[in-house]
């Protein structure tokens, strides 16, 4: 038989608690939701019917307004493309694209690319809802600043490009000599900022990597169209952040 004195410790179970991750898109609130890195709320069973419900209904009006952004920035990536297919334009050296070969990946510049961006949208509509605004202002924000930056360069398509064909409506919105920056490439790179608490966040950077290097083998964009895409993405993200910051007060970066 063991006898516990007084001065010792019975250990007692304790319920296991999960390590704090911010949540994209939401502010968290409560005012003390974790001590020393570790949070004291308990996890939350998944989202059924109603939640998912009760939550497009919360943001019912930010995802109104962000359809207008996407609206404005589709229609600002058309007709900025019209205008750079119609302009006279020059090709000029490239001292990558002079040294790789010119080879055919257009699945994956029409479909990977395409899945990409549609991921991006299917994920948090249904997943987190409260984030589908937030991703759709980020998109527009990022799609009219490459309208507006490739109207300012009147440069060709390189030569030896492969050409590529888009299904449906999405031939719409594929245009000569719009070059800078590289849409393929900073798209994706912007779902690795979106998603950057989630495992998605590696797909996207991974999606950016292989979109920009087959954009240089297609010989469809300038080298750098794509390393610039990098930047400008980050510039934008940052742009969007401000902007999200004013107009939902619920955001959380």
């Not at 952004?69 to 600002?76: D, K, S």
């Not at 299904?167 to 950057?196: I, Q």
């Not at 794509?226 to 993200?237: H, I, K, N, P």
Request: aromatic letters at 14%; one cysteine or more; charged letters at 15%.
């Amino acid at each position: 038989m063991t006898v516990v004195g007084e001065n010792s410790t019975i250990a007692t179970q304790r319920p296991r608690l999960r390590h704090a991750q911010p949540v994209e898109g939401i502010r968290p609130v409560n005012g003390i939701e974790s001590v020393d890195g570790i949070s004291l709320v308990q996890e939350a069973p998944g989202e059924g019917l109603r939640d998912w419900t009760r939550e497009l209904l919360e943001c019912k009006h930010l995802l109104v307004l962000s359809s207008v952004f996407v609206a404005v920035a589709l229609f600002a990536d058309y007709r900025c493309g019209v205008y750079v297919t119609a302009s006279t334009a020059v090709k000029v050296p490239d001292l990558i694209l002079e040294r790789l070969p010119s080879v055919d990946l257009s699945f994956f510049f029409t479909y990977g690319y395409m899945a990409l961006i549609v991921s991006m949208f299917l994920y948090p509509a249904f997943r987190r809802v409260r984030m589908l605004h937030v991703v759709a202002i980020q998109f527009s924000i990022l799609l009219t600043l490459r309208s507006l930056f490739m109207i300012f360069t009147h440069v060709g398509t390189p030569a030896g490009a492969v050409a590529v064909h888009f299904p449906g409506v999405f031939s719409k919105l594929y245009f000569e000599n719009d070059m800078f920056f590289s849409g393929h490439t900073a798209m994706p790179f912007l779902g690795f900022y979106l998603f950057r608490y989630s495992r998605l966040r590696y797909v996207y950077l991974v999606g950016a990597i292989v979109m920009g290097i087959v954009v240089l083998f297609m010989h469809v964009h300038y080298s750098t169209d794509v390393l610039a895409a990098f930047f400008m993405t980050y510039a934008s993200y940052q742009m969007g952040n401000a902007l999200l910051h004013r107009l939902d007060p619920g955001y959380y970066e």
